[in-house]
């Protein structure tokens, strides 16, 4: 297969959190190119629900629903998933308070959810790759893995250190021909972003802000995660791809 081809068939991939939302449009969009994706979530009635819709049209998705942030949940289902060749880390939460009012709970919940669970689930998926002298990993960041805003701070802070755990990742696994990238969405419309698009003063100041005039949406971004899934990312490695409409590139 030519490595400029977006076809994934014959891959297994893995994107956690995608029960909804943006985890959910980029395992349709891995299934729509071949790959057998296993869908995940922690809530198994709507994960089963969800992958019984995209199965009657991708008979190839399947569902493991565990808790990426429970060490032993995550071991567990990479002995019952077994090896994988692409996995995506998408799962994630906000909690929003100004960091004066902020909670313990709400800090440690978001950091676990947004970077821990990545760290879990690459620790254990990759030992396979290694194995197999193969492998993508692709990391959902956020343009607040570089940029913050007012209570925002857990967040920013798990992002943040996603970007520089995909480097790391790319430092220590690359020799093993396994390609460590992410992806960093801006202002993107989901079911969680509704009601800041909702918000007349914040969805204007979104849409000025941004030089594409509009929010993203969940399809805006599956391209990049099939490319970076295929062959034609195949030197590319630790990098971060904004996909804002141009946000970050303007002041």
């Known amino acids: 297969m030519s490595s400029l081809s ?4 014959g891959r297994r991939a893995l ?3 995608s029960s909804q939302g943006i985890g959910l449009a980029i395992a349709e969009a891995l299934a729509a190119q071949g790959a057998g994706v296993i869908l995940n979530g922690r809530d198994s009635v709507k994960l089963n629900q969800v992958t019984r819709e995209l199965a009657n049209r991708y008979p190839t998705v399947s569902a ?9 949940a ?10 994988v060749d692409i996995l995506v880390n998408n799962a994630g ?3 929003r308070a100004p960091l004066i009012e902020m909670t313990k709970s709400d800090w440690d919940l978001v950091l676990s959810t947004n970077l821990t669970s990545a760290f879990l689930v690459g620790q254990a998926f990759a030992r396979p790759m290694i194995a197999a002298k193969s492998g993508k990993i692709i990391n959902i ?4 893995s570089d940029l913050a805003r007012p209570s925002t701070g857990n967040y920013a802070a798990a992002k943040g250190g996603l970007r520089m755990l995909t480097r790391a990742m790319c430092a220590e696994w690359a020799e093993h021909n396994i390609q460590i990238n992410g992806i960093a969405p801006g202002y993107i419309a989901t079911a969680l972003t509704a009601p ?9 100041w979104i849409k000025t802000r941004t030089p594409a005039r509009r929010w993203g949406t969940v399809d805006d971004l599956t391209g990049a995660v099939v490319f970076f899934a295929g062959g034609a ?3 590319i490695n630790g990098q971060i791809l904004a996909i804002d409409g141009g946000l970050t590139a303007v002041v």
């Open 6 to 9: 977006l076809s994934l068939a």
């Open 15 to 17: 994107v956690t959190g």
């Open 64 to 72: 493991q629903c565990f808790d990426v942030t429970d060490a032993p």
């Open 74 to 83: 995550v071991a567990q289902a990479a002995t019952d998933i077994g090896a």
């Open 93 to 95: 939460i906000h909690r």
């Open 141 to 144: 960041c956020s343009l607040m």
């Open 196 to 204: 800041l698009a909702e918000d007349p003063k914040f969805d204007a």
């Open 233 to 235: 990312a195949n030197f």
